[in-house]
């Protein structure tokens, strides 16, 4: 069985990068969210096994809605989108919970790597 993730970017542009990179790698994309207080309420709703997560979001920001996730799973796995030059919330994400960090322009094979890393722990 592929590991169930969600999708959460402000960007459709960055999501559909994103779901392509996982669906040709096996991963079962179940859901997409673009703002935090979305992908809070997606998460509940669909239990994936993993996030891809935006840092930067209109509503809520990907740090705002990792910490709101972790309330109430703490054994939810994340892993952080961010662009160049946001290494200081990158640090923050991984202090509250994130399992690992992707940087945009997405690169196929570092995504692959943090995924399959991130679900076999």
Not at 39 to 57: F, G, N, Q, S
Not at 112 to 118: H, R, Y
């Given at each position: 069985m592929s590991a169930k993730v969600l999708v959460v970017d402000d960007a459709a542009f960055m999501r559909m990068m994103i779901k392509d990179i996982l669906t040709k790698n096996g991963?079962?994309?179940?859901?997409e969210a673009e703002n935090g207080a979305d992908?809070?309420?997606?998460?509940?709703?669909?239990?994936?096994?993993?996030?891809?997560?935006?840092?930067?979001?209109p509503e809520m920001d990907g740090l705002a809605a990792l910490k709101e996730i972790r309330?109430?799973?703490?054994n939810a796995k994340v892993?952080?989108?961010?662009?160049?030059g946001q290494q200081?919330?990158?640090?923050?994400?991984i202090q509250a919970g994130a399992k690992d960090f992707i940087v945009k322009p997405f690169n196929a094979e570092r995504v692959?790597?943090?995924?399959?890393?991130?679900v076999a722990q």
């Open positions: 991963y079962d994309v179940v859901g992908a809070v309420a997606k998460y509940r709703e669909l239990t994936p096994d993993l996030v891809t997560l935006d840092i930067t979001m309330s109430f799973d703490s892993i952080m989108c961010s662009a160049m200081a919330m990158v640090i923050d994400a692959i790597e943090a995924v399959s890393k991130t």
